[in-house]
């Protein structure tokens, strides 16, 4: 396939170089969105997203605000700049709708989340997955003779590795929360 050509004087430049290099590269944005808590809030803002194509990495959603009837919902997705200037846009064009915040771009935020992963095993391998627990400071909140169920929270990287660890000693089922975050520091 070629390119599209626009010609300039005596030499030819490709469509493509003339956009910026960097808004193709695909980054991963963490978004809070501040919503009225009421039927079909959520349900809109999903489609939103489901309707565009755009993907999401995470979805948590909770009133956070009993008395106002607020509810945050935290949703973590990938794009380019472009599609994320979008979304952004998009979202604050929703009634409902309050607040939107890029907590990537918007400076430094906490982020963590839950997951429960349970490990099946016997002799070394439930040494070893009860020592790799001590180190991540995962809970054990279950045990039988054949398994354990780990409890961790930290941010989503610390759970990916710790899943990775103990996929070889025998991870057999895992549940994730999603991402819950907040701003650092004063608003």
């Known amino acids: 396939m070629s390119a599209l050509k626009i010609e300039q ?15 193709d590269v695909i980054e991963s944005h ?7 808590n009421e039927a079909g809030v959520l349900a809109r803002v999903i489609g939103l997203f489901s309707g565009r194509g755009y993907n999401i990495d995470s979805l948590t959603v909770a009133e956070v605000d009993h008395t106002g009837h607020l509810s ?4 973590v997705t990938r794009g380019t700049p472009q599609i994320i200037e979008q979304i952004k846009a998009q ?16 400076g430094p935020s906490v982020q963590r989340e839950l997951a429960l992963m349970k490990v099946e095993g016997e002799g070394e391998k439930r040494v070893e997955a009860l020592r790799l ?38 991870l057999a089922e895992m549940a994730r929360t999603g991402v819950a975050a907040l701003a650092r520091g004063t608003i």
């Open 72 to 75: 945050r919902i935290t949703v």
């Open 30 to 36: 963490t978004l809070t969105v501040l919503v009225d």
């Open 9 to 23: 004087g005596s030499s030819s430049h490709s469509v493509y170089a003339l956009r910026d290099p960097n808004s």
């Open 133 to 170: 627990a001590d180190i991540f400071r995962a809970n054990v909140v279950d045990s039988t003779l054949s398994s354990f169920v780990f409890e961790l929270t930290g941010p989503p990287e610390k759970i990916d590795a710790f899943a990775d660890l103990m996929r070889p000693l025998g």
């Open 91 to 106: 979202l604050g064009r929703i009634v409902p709708v309050h607040e939107v915040h890029d907590l990537t771009v918007e």
